[in-house]
């Protein structure tokens, strides 16, 4: 990904401080930039955010403290889980309508951006199913002995014996996604700041004005906090902070000893492995409460390797790519925030927790509507940021 990053960087870090250029001229008088929305955090809930507004035709900046989709959108790993035991029952609306939404948002942005996004429909084995799923009428079958031995002869004899199911999920690609999104966002005319984290949302007469950075200040008449596990770092008035924290989970990727060894994502109790169409292996995750220490732990990593050689005995003859630890947003209620806040002009789109690949379309196309004055289709009520 550095090479890409690299060839964008002109474009990423285009934007000049909007009271910088009248001082340098010597015209005080200049009129200072301003845009319709300013975005916070440009992760893929960010960037898909700003591709929708700029469809509507609002100008769009995106401030990001970092790169752009460096973060949690860069250390997902991409199950498309739109009905599971651990996803609370008021999201499980929003969930389902996002994996719909899949197909045509990953070919827009490939369309758009030129660049695949690794979209894999071969759906998910599960050991075993959860229970709560198996009473709403998933599409779901008990797997034989015969199934495993067609379609996942690598998988553990002794595994097999355990009772499992399919489900017809998807999985995608979150690092290429991310990309895509970066680049159709670009394509579309969004204009980007990176490298300069926002420290406060910036207000007059009880009306948003814009946001201040370390070091300048962007105008705007609308602000969406998408900045996932930073949110409650960003100031804003008389608004407590989100109750946003940031949860570690750690992972690793190998490189399958042939490309074909697993088709299908499996899930099991000790570990997932979510195979890439280009021969790597996801294999996670960790949930920890560990702050913003992004480190791995060589021992949980090792940990997560044995169990994925448990499960699939051939990848013994698979190198270890890369490690890495990512910080998803929690809430206390493990509910994303969504919607605007009590003061005009300031929105929120934060705390996905384990679902913010899931949930970019629908969070999208939502947010974008409140944004601009709509009524979206979907209740937002129990997502808003008053309930906290």
Known sequence: MRSF???????????IAPSVPAAVAGDYNAPMKTWDVIIVGGGIIGLSLAIALRKRGARVLVVERGKPGREASHAAGGMLVDFFAETPEPLQPLASASARMYPEFAHELEVES????DL????????????AARTVGLTC????????????????DGQRQWPAFYLKERSVDPRALTAAALKTAINRGVDFSSGDAVTAVMFSDGQVRGVTTTKTSFLASRVVNCAGAWSAQIASGQISPFPTRPVKGQMLCL??????LLRHVIRSPQV??????????????????????KRTDPAIIQRLHQAALRLVPQLKDARILEDWAGLRPGTPDDLPILGPTATPGYYVATGH???GILLTPITAQVMAEVIEGGQ????LTPFSPSRF
């Open 141 to 156: 079958a008990r797997l034989s002995a015969e199934w495993f031995e067609k379609n996942e002869p690598a998988l553990d």
């Open 272 to 293: 997932y492995l979510i195979p890439r169409s280009d021969g790597r292996l996801l294999v996670g995750a960790t949930v920890e409460e560990a702050g913003f220490d």
């Open 114 to 117: 030129g660049m695949k996004v």
């Open 353 to 355: 927790f384990r679902d």
């Open 376 to 379: 979206p289709e979907h209740d």
């Open 255 to 260: 490189v399958m000893p042939h490309r074909e």
């Open 5 to 15: 990053y690299a060839g964008l960087a002109g474009s990423v870090t285009s934007v």
């Open 120 to 131: 894999r429909d071969q759906g998910t084995i599960v050991f075993p199913l959860p229970a």
